[in-house]
């Protein structure tokens, strides 16, 4: 079981194996509700991390990689989420941006295969940022304030 404390920052490498998604649903609501956030809010913050996790497996990792997964709070009451695949990937932030920002804008509520990580970093947080990392990793963050 993952173990993770709100205030101070926590790095956590989890292997890229979906089955591991319970513990990292599960660690992410631990320091959820350590930040003061509502059920509500660390609901659907869960779905967040749920949906980058599964990304990260899905498409930024090999067999046998790891994922770094971050969690902070700062100062300014604002919540930092980090997720880093586990090798490198060929598409550029700016093309993976591209993709989730035209998946942001053709959304219906008839066709949502494919778009969950748009229509909820949309809807539930206050901003995500894409950067490639020297060893060819993408780390997506996003940020949300209480």
């Known amino acids: 079981m993952l173990s993770i404390m709100a205030s101070a920052a926590h790095k956590l490498e989890v292997p890229a194996d979906l089955a591991h ?15 003061g956030l509502d059920d509500r809010w660390i609901s659907r913050l869960i779905l967040v991390v749920d949906e980058l996790f599964m990304n990260a497996v899905k498409y930024g990792s ?10 902070s709070q700062d100062t300014n009451k604002v919540i930092h989420f980090a997720i880093t695949d586990g090798c490198a990937s ?3 932030p700016e093309k993976l941006r591209a993709k989730i920002e035209q998946h942001q804008a053709s959304h219906t509520p008839e066709k949502t295969s ?5 229509i909820i970093t949309k809807s539930w947080t ?5 950067e490639k990392l020297s060893d060819g990793k993408l780390k997506i963050s996003f940020i949300k304030s209480i």
């Open 114 to 118: 494919g778009r969950g990580l748009a």
């Open 90 to 92: 060929n598409i550029s």
């Open 62 to 71: 090999n067999a046998g990689d790891n994922v770094m997964i971050e969690l």
């Open 21 to 35: 998604s319970a513990e990292m649903r599960a660690a992410a609501q631990t320091f959820f509700k350590k930040t």
């Open 126 to 130: 206050d901003g995500y940022e894409i």
